[in-house]
């Protein structure tokens, strides 16, 4: 138990640093312009129409690109989404409004519209995927695209900052960076081809189009429902090297709105985030063990079962604050962090039980046959 907390501090330590440095701000350059790259933009868009004139009005307020185009894909929406999107593109240049087909047999939806854009897309130096609930400040494209210049590698997965408003949104989205954050050495998982080292977040990823097209594009992840982590996998393969960057300040995403939306969200993926069952169960034993036990082992045993439990549970408040501080999630969270535990284990089992049933959706799909 304080041993997995010692540890868990240790690396959490370690890539706080990392983090740090790899953060995307103002005082990164936004010279995209001067090393005469060619951007393309990829916004997939089903049943948007309620939260994607933000993230669209931010992609048109972007600054500092010389020659950027936006490529967006109405992906057989049945709300209001094409009207939107219209209104807000009207008369704009370098912007592409594209009718999705319907999905082919063998891919799931969103690999299947970033397929589509690809498809229709120019030549171009660089390819950004933005989700249709990411936020963008006017300079985070350019910042995203320098930094990725800068340091020569071949993707970059920049982590907005997670909105949480409702309680579920609260206790949950702090553990997105939290999870990686206390598992993996970011900076050997950026030359690493090991797929278990392999860190993605598909909401804001910046890739070098010659990487993207060793790949053919997005054929080879047709099918799986983490595209991104796919992505990044299927990258480092073919030899690209890759990481994450902090973006908390120049972009933010609001994932989902309520429990609900949130359960659906984890539910139709979580099963794949650790691969097997067995590797599912292991690491919620770990976690149990690590982020649950203390508390109650603390409050309840006396003597040196409960100096250590207090240890362990002392030092899972630490990394869960540090990283909240640096991604500016709530502080507050971290006081709950046993409960927030046992709420994810709980979408996890949850998720497996999804998959075993053949139950998986998202956004009016089956899932049946993803990976």
């Given at each position: 138990m304080i041993v997995l907390a010692l540890v868990a501090l240790a690396v959490n330590v370690l890539n706080l640093v990392i983090f740090l440095v790899n953060t995307l701000s103002a005082r990164r350059p936004t010279a995209a312009q001067a090393t005469g790259s060619s951007v393309n933009v990829f916004l997939p868009c089903r049943n948007e129409a309620l939260r994607v004139t933000p993230t669209l009005e931010s992609l048109l307020a972007q600054e500092g690109l010389a020659d950027c185009h936006l490529y967006i894909l109405n992906d057989r929406s049945i709300d209001s989404t094409q009207s939107v999107i219209s209104a807000l593109i009207a008369d704009k240049e370098k912007v592409s409004l594209i009718s999705g087909r319907e999905i082919e047999p063998g891919w799931i939806g969103k690999s299947f519209a970033l397929h589509q854009l690809y498809e229709s897309a120019r030549v171009s130096d660089y390819t950004v995927l933005i989700d249709a609930d990411v936020t963008l400040s006017p300079i985070a494209l350019s910042s995203a695209i320098a930094t990725l210049h800068e340091s020569k590698l071949d993707f970059l997965s920049v982590y907005p900052r997670q909105v949480a408003r409702s309680w579920s949104e609260y206790l949950i989205q702090p553990l997105l960076q939290w999870t990686w954050m206390t598992s993996l050495f970011l900076r050997r998982c950026e030359r690493s081809a090991r797929r278990s080292t392999t860190v993605a977040n598909g909401q804001f990823m910046v890739i070098r189009?010659?990487?993207?097209?060793?790949?053919?594009?997005?054929?080879?992840?047709?099918?799986?429902?983490?595209?991104?982590?796919?992505?990044?996998?299927?990258?480092?393969?073919?030899?690209?090297?890759?990481?994450?960057?902090?973006?908390?300040?120049?972009a933010q995403c609001r994932m989902y709105e309520d429990f609900d939306q949130l359960s659906q969200g984890y539910r139709k993926s979580l099963w794949s985030a650790f691969g097997s069952p067995f590797a599912a169960f292991a690491i919620a034993a770990i976690f149990t063990v690590a982020y649950i036990l203390p508390l109650p082992l603390a409050l309840l045993q006396h003597g040196w079962i409960a100096s250590i439990s207090s240890l362990a549970f002392a030092l899972s408040l630490m990394v869960r604050y540090g990283v909240a501080v640096l991604t500016r999630a709530p502080r507050s969270s971290s006081i709950f962090h046993p409960i927030a535990i046992l709420f994810l284990l709980y979408l996890l089992a949850a998720s497996w039980s999804d998959r075993l049933r053949g139950r998986l959706s998202w956004s009016g799909r089956t899932l049946s046959g993803s990976q």
């Open positions: 189009n010659s990487a993207l097209c060793r790949i053919q594009g997005f054929s080879h992840v047709r099918n799986f429902v983490l595209d991104d982590i796919a992505l990044a996998r299927q990258l480092k393969a073919s030899g690209a090297f890759g990481g994450v960057v902090n973006g908390s300040d120049l």
